[in-house]
């Protein structure tokens, strides 16, 4: 396949090793394979690989992930992060003994379409559709248990990037219908207080001003609308420099 | 027999054909007859546990309600085919 393989696997993986391995290779896809939660993904049952205090190691890369849990919270700020493609699941990934050979299928097809160069958008699809399949396949065989654990599998495996991350926040459900789903994600709670305080003190300041001054648009405009502007303008570049809408 | 009934009947069916296969899900794993048991009592168990056999069951409610197939041998092996 021409690609070039850093394996750092076969035993407990320590979070210095996968630092490591990440800061020089900046394109480098990361694939993990082992146990996670919400936030984390781990290297051994007492260390966490990558969290949410170095989530910024996945951006501007892809990752491939079989583990429990990450794209809850990992794979979400990842995403915000500007991680280009997160695959994972929102909840614990299950399998059964009687039909390793079907999950294992399962779970390696999505980095195998991958590799056959379709975007993550059909891979996501594909990879559902090859899951309907199996299911259909340990039901004819009266493995009903597989079954279930292999829908179950489909339905909790997303990829951020042929879709965004799902939320039930109207104030972040808001910030995406405004900005669009990358930089609806950036925008922290303290970007967004900070922008429903302004918004709000501008338009109380510039509302008692049209009560209190006789002639509030005249020409020459009054110095208030120096003031504002200014404040405005002070408030972009404050916005700009920390990157809360700048990708 | 409504249709939880159907499918907890159906899968200790399944559980006693291989007692010994099992189901992991996530750090936990069972045995399908013990996965079978918690299916039809889960007042007894851990939060984590219950919530695990809560969503499976959740899940074969969605594909019995939904997948032909599925509900067919559900039905059958139940004994509850018409």
New interface residues.
Partial sequence: MGCKVFDISGGPVTRKEVEEALKPNPNALFIFYN?GSSDCLWGSVTEKLIDLQNVKLLSNREVYTVA??SAKKLGSKAYAEGCIAYWGYT????????AIKEFQQFANCGIKFKLERKSWSECLKLAKELAKQL??KL??E?K??S???M??DS?VLVCYNAHPPETKCPLRKLAIKLFGPRRGWKISVKNSLSFLLFGFGLGIAIHDFFIECPSPLRIPPHSFWYGITLILVAFIIANLNSHSLVS | MDEKKILIKALKLEAQHKPNERIYVGFKSFTYKEFACMLENNSRLDKETKKVVDNFLKQALKMFRENHEFRNKMMTLAGESR
């Fill in positions: 146990h429990c849990l909840a614990e990934f299950t399998f059964s003994t009687e299911a259909s039901t004819r009266g009903y248990f079954a279930v654990l829908e179950h339905e």
